[in-house]
């Protein structure tokens, strides 16, 4: 079962826009994860932000978390080409809490 | 060496054939996991080892059979598999286990066909 709902889908942007990817999640959690997948290929680790944490940066990257409405955001400043991928938001929690369950995932083209 | 490796990268098998997927890592890391994914759709756990010793198992058909040789090492066994196994198989690998808590370190994968 997925813990993770992630909106949109699909994104397309030109490169140097902002994209903004959004999850929202089901039951408790201690931190939050995001990764990004290059087609076909392994996840890489991003950001955690933890339950008490509201907003995180890490370069281009800003994750926000709001435990209140069980939902956080990632933002990509100043997107690249090479910025296309999937990104998926993942977190433990509830009956799952032992195990990482992924989001539906955002697919991103960043168009050159 | 923050490297998880996995060999091989496509696999094309039949389904009466018996072949292994393997996955290492140098990172000192007590917890390995598999994962399978589909195409456009989210990696979904398959087996949890957590020093070497299988922890979770989230109901996985007996073809697919995982074994934890060493600490660095992580072998998933397959046999008489089905044509709807084909999918990217990924292995990972964290400091400790415990849910969200640590970050996955993910190998490149194996693309796995059955025919």
Known sequence: SQQGEEDPQALSIQEGENATMNCSYKTSINNLQWYRQNSGRGLVHLILIRSNEREKHSGRLRVTLDTSKKSSSLLITASRAADTASYFCATGGGDSSYKLIFGSGTRLLVRP | ?115
Not at chain 2, 4 to 15: A, D, I, S
Not at chain 2, 24 to 50: C, D, I, N, T
């Open chain 2, 1 to 115: 060496d923050t490297e998880v490796t996995q060999t091989p990268k496509h696999l094309v098998m039949g389904m009466t054939n018996k072949k292994s997927l393997k996955c290492e890592q140098h990172m000192g890391h007590r917890a390995m996991y598999w994962y399978k994914q589909k195409a456009k759709k989210p990696p979904e756990l398959m087996f949890v080892y957590s020093y070497e010793k299988l922890s979770i198992n989230e109901s996985v058909p007996s073809r697919f059979s995982p074994e934890c040789p060493n600490s660095s090492l992580l072998n998933l066994h397959l046999h008489a598999l089905q044509p709807e196994d084909s999918a990217l198989y990924l292995c990972a690998s964290s400091q400790d286990w415990a849910g969200d808590s640590y970050e996955q370190y993910f190998g490149p994968g194996t693309r796995l066909t059955v025919t």
